[in-house]
Structure formats: C-alpha cells, structure tokens
C-alpha cells in the first residue's frame, strides 16, 4: 500500500467511523466494521484504483458489515426492525451526502479519550479508531501481543458502553478535560515513536508522524488554544532533529549532531506556531518544551543558552512536577553552572524524594547522575552508572550507547529528556 493510500486512508478513518456511530450509537461495533471496511479498500484500491468519493465507499462497506454484525448478535426482533429501517435511510444519496460533509475528527478523539479509560486504553484506541492502525500495528509499536492489545482495545470499547459514552461533542469543564486528555494521549504516541522502548531502532517514524498528523487535526478544529498549538510546534522541533539522532545505528547526542541535517522547514513551522501564542495567556507545559526546543533550534550546540533553557525548565517543573522534567533540569543547570550545581540539585530531589523509583526514572537518574561525574572527573562511578542504566532499557540503541560511555566520556546530555 502506497504512502499516499495509507494516508487517505487515515484521514477518512474517524468520518466513517462517525457516520457509523451517529446512525447506530453503537460505537463499540462500529470500530469493528470500520476497520473491516479498511481493509477491504486496502486490498481493492491499489487494484482497481480510488473511488471518486473515497469516503461514501467506506460508508457503504462498513455500513454494510455493521449490519451483518449487528445482525449476528441475535438481537430481538425491534432491534432487527429498527435495523432494517436504518438501511434503507442510508441508502438515499442524501444520507451519502450528508456523513461526507460532515468532520467528525474532535469528537472521536474526545470519545476515544473519555475519562473512564485509563492512559493506556486511550492510546490503543485512539491509534485504532482515529489513526486507522490495525490491532497488529499497534502490538507492534508498543513491543505487546495482538492478543494482548486486542484485548486492551475491545476492554476500552466495552468501558465505553458501560459508562453509556454519547457521540456527541462535550462541552463547559467536560471538554476542557477532554481536551487535555486527548492532547496527552498524542504527547504519548510522539514519545513513544521519538525513542521507542524497546527494539533495534530508536524511533517509530509512524508513531511520530502519526502523532503529528492528528496533532495538526486537533488543531485545525481548535487553532486558537494555545496548548494545542504548543504541541504540535514541540513535535516539530523535536521531530526536526530525527535525522541528524544516528549515524550506521549508533546515537548521536544533541551536541554532536550536524545540524546541516535538521529538518529545517519543521524548524521554520515550529518557531512560528510558538511564537504566535508565547504571549497570548499563561504557558502551559507543552508551550514551555516548545520554547526549550525552539532555543535548541535557534543556535549551534555550543551557543546554546543554557541559563535560559534552566530558566524554563524551573518554571516547568513548577507546571508539572514530573521526574522527566526535573531531570532535565538537572542537566539544564548543568549545563549552564557547572556540573557540580546539576548533582547538588540531583542529590537534592532525592533526598527529599521527589523522584519516583520506577524503572524508567531510574535508568534516566542513573544516566544524568553519570555524565555529570564524568565530567567531575569520576570516571570509575560514573561507568558503573552508565552500565546500570543500559540494563534498565530494552532500546538496543540506547542500550550501546550507554555501555559504550562506561569507557569514553563525552559531553553532558542535553536539556530535553529526548536527544
């Protein structure tokens, strides 16, 4: 399947799956029949070529299968009767008409993101029902089964009739909660894709541009909230940099990488959607990693201004409190006063145990604690750390770099927890 399908594909996904869902209530069996409606257009089409409306072709098929589903579940009979009364209103071309003019993007991504789910069921689902991925693409980029996963997703459905979840779009306090869900549902899809955990690559580029496209979605239906738009510009910056990450398969830290092989158009978009909310209201969490990533954009590794990147960091931390973010304060201080002054703060978020003990925050505190007696001269410390973080991680790439600094000092990390 071309790139150019898959991405219509995509985009097509959440409409069907609206019209589906704004005819039946059912979106549990909608899913199911939207995604058999993809698949048969993603054996046919690349045979027999794209419909001329794409959409009410997918409207149709799954309409189709949404029935047959509905019908296999041996409803009693007034549901039968109001089923067949339903096809033969969808079969009208004004029917056809109306669920393809109708954008049902933010609704889904709300539905997908109710409060009743937990962080992970949101993710699975929102890759499903709006990214259009399979069960088995999506087992794949979490490192988990498809049965595992399939299980994760049809739970989420489940959860979701259960708690009598309507297509309809929230609103007041609802959707402003809704919102910051879905907008940390995509921050975790990008990270994941940035620096995967687990596998030989260091990043999925189709969890990365996935997270993108449904950030730019999320944002065309909602282009003046400024955390929104501080997303999409952190994804682009961050993303700017895949490129120039490795080299032969092996990691190359911020300030070692060529930034002639940064992607400098994503740098351009980036700076300017910042830019166009920084002094509209308060920043919120992601406008202030937009910022930080936008000072690495605008000036060569050497010529960073580290001072003000601690700077915005502290004021992050005071956002959200979270040992990614205290951490790379850490190495912002660093940075900008000595290494000495970063291990005083580390020494200090320990001891008043402000750092949480799961693996991933202490495979992170391992690896800063690490460079920084590097470069205080204690080799030998800071190469027992380096090995202990590699065994705390499953990504091969982040697992021979680190072991390769047990025994070559280098320059401190960067600011951003993501290289």
Sequence with gaps: MTRELEDLLRAETPQVLGALVRRFG???????????????????????????????????????????????????R????????????????ARAARAAGTDDSLTVLLLCCHPALGHTSRVALTLRAVGGLTTAEIAHAYGTTEATTGTRISRAKQQLAKVGARFTLPTGVDRDSRMTAVRQVLYLIFNEGYTATAGADLTRVDLTAEAIRLTRMLHATAPGDAETTGLLALMLLTESRRGARTDAGELIPLAQQDTAQWNHEMIDEGTTLIDSVWNRAPAGPYQLQAAIAAVHAAAEPDRTDWPQIAVLYLWLERLTPTPPVQLARVVAVAHAYGPARGLALLDDLNRNQHLDRNPLTRQREHAVRAHLLQQTGDDTAAAELFRRAAELTDNQVEQRYLRNKADSPDDLPTGSSRS
């Design 78 to 93: 007034r549901r039968e009767l109001e089923t067949g009364a339903a096809e033969l209103a969808m079969t009208g071309p």
């Design 26 to 76: 059912r979106f549990d069996t909608a899913e199911d029949a939207v995604q058999e409606a993809l698949l048969a257009a993603a054996r046919t089409w690349p045979a027999e070529g794209i419909p001329d409306n794409p959409r009410s072709w997918l409207i149709r098929i799954a309409y189709r299968r949404m029935v047959d589903l509905l019908r296999s579940e041996q409803a009693r």
